[in-house]
């Protein structure tokens, strides 16, 4: 019986580290052209992000948005 539990048990660890996957953090970045903070707020994210020792687990979207100001050539190109 307790050989039965050991292998189950060792399989169990076994099969779930090999089943693991490698996560990844996902930043959403909602911007405009017109603004005049972004640059600056994505350069130090960027960087700290960078600095961090998974930062290749780290993806970004960007989302130019409609919102403050309506002409974003980046969200009239697609507006779907």
Sequence with gaps: MKNIILLLLFTFVLTSSIFSSQRKA?????????????????????????????AENVRFIYYHMVYPYSDDPLNQHNTV
């Design 26 to 54: 996902l930043v959403e970045v909602f911007t405009n052209s017109h603004c005049s903070i972004c640059p600056g707020a994505h350069t130090s994210l960027k960087n700290y992000v960078q600095t961090n020792s998974n």
